[in-house]
């Protein structure tokens, strides 16, 4: 992640067991509470029912295995102490086929802007952004999964 953040203790969030072969869902990568539940909101608005969320390392590993078509990282507030490995699970997740990376950073920050560019991502949310923008973004990027992968869509 572009810069080291400090201890994070968020309550641990279930259902994310399954395996690659598994229904597709959509991750959210963020270590601030707050910021968990309005990206996870944001998701359901959209139309994401399937919703996985990373609160430790053993989780990360969980995560590893399940598909996802959606990915969400919050650079502002990367979860967990070691932020190089979520970065780098984020972006091996984000290179599977028929997965997009949307990144949620600082304004003011060009390293978040570089890590998302870096990791292809297919939007970059850069400093405060409404709930609607938000919902948007990822309605757009729902649409892409859909038309890139059929097989890999939500059912609605």
Do not use: N, Y
Request: net charge negative; with cysteine.
């Amino acid at each position: 992640f572009p810069r080291a953040m400090g201890s994070r203790h968020p309550a641990p969030v279930a259902g994310h067991d399954e395996d690659l072969a598994g229904e597709p869902s959509a991750l959210v990568l963020s270590g601030d509470a707050e910021s968990r539940r309005r990206l996870r909101g944001a998701l359901a608005l959209a139309g994401r029912r399937d919703q996985s969320a990373v609160i430790d390392v053993a989780d990360l590993r969980a995560i590893m295995k399940r598909h996802h078509e959606l990915v969400v990282v919050d650079l502002v507030h990367p979860p967990l102490d070691g932020d190089e490995a979520v970065g780098r699970a984020a972006a091996t997740i984000a290179r599977r086929p028929g997965t997009l990376l949307v990144t949620c950073g600082d304004a003011e920050s060009a390293d978040h802007e570089s890590w998302a560019r870096a990791h292809a991502a297919f939007c970059h949310l850069a400093g405060a952004v409404s709930s609607a923008t938000l919902v948007s973004v990822l309605e757009q990027a729902r649409g892409v999964v859909e038309r890139v992968s059929p097989s890999l869509a939500p059912a609605a």
